[in-house]
């Protein structure tokens, strides 16, 4: 039976990822055109107009690069500053990042089983699900990695050089959204590198393919994040001056402590698989336009978007974790080996940081860590019948637990009647409090 079932699983998997891509693009829009632009939303409709037009960081994340003013000011241009404009490409790469999830798992996993879980994971995760559906662009951390990691996979199969330049120019362009880009980039690099070193080629047909890789996944990047930097250039700075600016970039980066007192959540990374964590921003919106302005009050202008970590998922990580890399240690797996360093070394500096690391950050790391927990729930329980029917239980559970969650995630939570007391008592408390 374990055959038939593997052959099912595989033949049918382009079926299920397509199946799992379009509900998760339905999960992504829903109630997206009646969902209230947030502070963030309004910022990065301003700070892609002052970027692409004059040159100007800011207002929000002018520490960051700046990949996202350029999408977003091209697509506002052809769409308008609606929400196709300003949240279109959020809403592009979240959706499109479960199929490369996916693709991804398979390569690395060998099971097409664990890596439908894992798209699964990520087509329903409410904090993937949040940023999904915003102006910021967090879920660009998701997206591009990925796409590169695949892009690289393809290479060292069929060492097409083009599908290498291809891995080289994803990682430019999410090193260009946000610089954590560069530990998944570290990580594959070295699984690359180390490929070819254990080939024993010869000495300048070793030297030839390491340069070439040099040049695909250092220089290239670096060439991608230097060209997104052309509107701050013509503002008529030098390239003398571009060290200056990547300098005071990383200062505010490493010690700033947030934007706005409108988020609000848990701030330590080390905590995000060992308890539940959640992040929270809350704003106010007018109801009506007809309406005279008055006080907004809870009950009918707040807006909160509370993306809570699923404990049945994230509380399974670490475990995982540590099983994987016992599995991948033994078996000598260099792709298990690879995806357990994926997830450790692109989380570790979040853990240890200083500073404080708000839960939107984790869309950098979630991906590698469903890899991970995919791959143990189907080594664990994939074996037997009766242990595949408490791998569904436990998957239905995932779901039904995630529909509370998504209404939350979206701003719906004051619909909820038990929900809804609790949230406005909250707001109320906070609001007495001073905090």
């Not at 996993?109 to 940023?131: H, I």
């Not at 700075?237 to 005071?248: C, F, G, R």
Request: glycine residues 6%; positive net charge.
């Amino acid at each position: 039976m374990e055959p038939n079932r593997e052959t099912v699983f595989d033949r049918r998997f382009p079926l299920f990822v397509w199946a799992l891509s379009l509900a998760a693009f339905l999960l992504r829009v829903l109630w997206l055109p009646s969902q209230p632009p947030s502070v963030d939303d309004f910022s990065v409709a301003i700070t892609a107009i002052n970027y692409v037009e004059s040159g100007q960081l800011g207002p929000t994340m002018w520490n960051h690069p700046g990949l996202r003013n350029l999408l977003v000011y091209w697509s506002m241009e052809l769409f308008g500053s609606g929400v196709v404009g300003v949240k279109g490409w959020c809403v592009l790469f979240g959706t499109l990042s479960v199929p490369l999830l996916a693709l991804v798992a398979r390569q690395l996993t060998v099971s097409p089983p664990a890596a439908l879980m894992v798209a699964f994971f990520w087509a329903v995760e409410p904090l993937a699900v949040d940023f999904s559906r915003q102006g910021i662009n967090d879920i660009y951390l998701a997206f591009f990695p990925l796409l590169a990691i695949w892009c690289a996979l393809r290479y060292e199969e069929g060492r097409t050089p083009w599908w290498l330049v291809a891995s080289g120019t994803a990682f430019g362009l999410g090193l260009a959204s946000k610089w954590s880009v560069v530990f998944p980039l570290a990580v594959t690099g070295g699984l690359l590198c180390l490929h070819l070193l254990r080939e024993r080629s010869g000495g300048s047909l070793l030297v030839a393919r390491l340069s070439f890789l040099a040049c695909s996944l250092v220089v290239l990047p670096l060439t991608v994040y230097l060209l997104t930097f052309f509107p701050w250039f013509g503002r008529g700075y030098s390239l003398s001056e571009w060290p200056i600016l990547q300098k005071a970039m990383y200062r505010e980066t490493k010690l700033h402590t947030g934007y706005h007192t409108t988020i609000r959540g848990d701030h330590r990374a080390w905590e995000w698989f060992v308890r539940p964590v959640t992040y929270q921003e809350t704003f106010f919106v007018r109801t009506d336009d007809q309406e005279p302005m008055r006080e907004p009050s809870v009950e009918e202008n707040a807006v909160i978007l509370l993306a809570v970590a699923n404990p049945l998922v994230w509380l399974l990580i670490l475990p995982a974790t540590a099983w994987t890399a016992w599995r991948g240690s033994r078996t000598r797996d260099r792709m298990l080996c690879y995806m357990v360093a994926l997830f450790v070394i692109t989380y570790l500096p979040f853990a240890v940081a200083n500073r404080p690391i708000w839960v939107n950050t984790a869309v950098a790391v979630l991906p590698f860590a469903f890899m991970i927990l995919g791959y143990a729930l189907w080594d664990n329980l994939g074996g037997s019948t009766a242990r595949r029917r408490a791998l569904a239980v436990y998957l239905a559970a995932v779901l039904i637990s995630t529909a509370p969650l998504y209404l939350l995630a979206i701003g719906k939570g004051l619909r909820i009647p038990y929900l809804r007391e609790q949230l406005i008592r909250t707001l109320q408390l906070r609001h007495h409090s001073g905090d």
